[in-house]
């Protein structure tokens, strides 16, 4: 497999450097929430398509811990440890910082066995199309370009946000999604879509929007691309204002692209609704 091979997600503008183990990621706007901190869908990415790069080989699997919020004029070091490097399989180290100062690290996994046995054991579930499906309201207007902007959510079914609010929710939650220009295909594109557990666990509560990510784990089923993607969220549990989420992620024609899991501080000090 060669680099050309590998999913470039041109949205993060990963920089190369003298090191083939080691990349920059300069903060822009477009990779943070509206609060102007790094969003962690962004980290997750970079963190696959460094780790990727380094290796030559696709990833299968990560899992990301958050340690600190880089905002806008920024620059993350990212640093590649290769730590085991098999015929098929390689595991890596990743870590993420700014001036020495660690804000996410991740363990990741790739495979080159070759593909096209893949099989899932869910069924997509049966929501309505994604053009015929509510637009996600937003609900934050703080007037700071973010992620939101090249992001486009619909609503394929339950409530979220402030229509959840006073409202828990108890049936199916999903999510359409798909990205600017760009299709959803591998771990990179899966794991910048799929950091959503917060809005789900906060539809079950029945209360406003608001969470951290303490950690996300991406599983890769099949990264074949499409352009909308569907998020069939799960709100697992909630405990000491931490919340544990599930998400799968289904292709419009109805794969299995991928499985996540989320666990997120739930908290609304500084996530204020639209007045």
Known sequence: MTDDDLERFDLLQLQSTSEPTRFRLPVRPELCTPFAFLYGGSGIAA??????????????????QFLGSPTPGMVVDIAVNVAVTGRATTQTQVSGSVNGN???????????????????????PDVSEPHESPRFGEFFDTG???????????????????????????G????????????VTGAATQGFV???????????????PGGTSLDNTVRVVDPAPT??????????????????????????????MGIASQSAIIRRSHHQPAR
């Open 194 to 208: 799929a950091d959503l557990g917060p809005l789900a666990l906060c539809a079950r509560l029945g209360i406003a």
């Open 102 to 124: 660690v804000m996410f690290t991740s363990l990741c996994a790739h495979n080159v066995r070759p593909a096209g046995d893949a099989e899932a054991f869910a069924t997509m």
């Open 172 to 183: 199916l939650l999903a999510i359409w999604c798909r990205i600017d220009g760009v299709p």
């Open 227 to 256: 352009e909308w993607v569907l998020i069939e969220l799960e709100a697992d549990g909630y405990s000491r204002s931490v919340g544990h989420s599930t998400a799968r992620l289904w292709s419009e024609d109805g794969r299995l």
């Open 47 to 64: 963190s696959v398509e460094a780790s990727e790069r380094a290796t030559g080989r696709p990833l299968q699997w990560i899992t990301t």
């Open 144 to 170: 700071n370009a973010s992620f939101f902007d090249h992001f486009e959510r619909r609503v394929g079914a339950g409530k979220f946000a402030m229509d959840a609010d006073g409202d828990p929710q108890s």
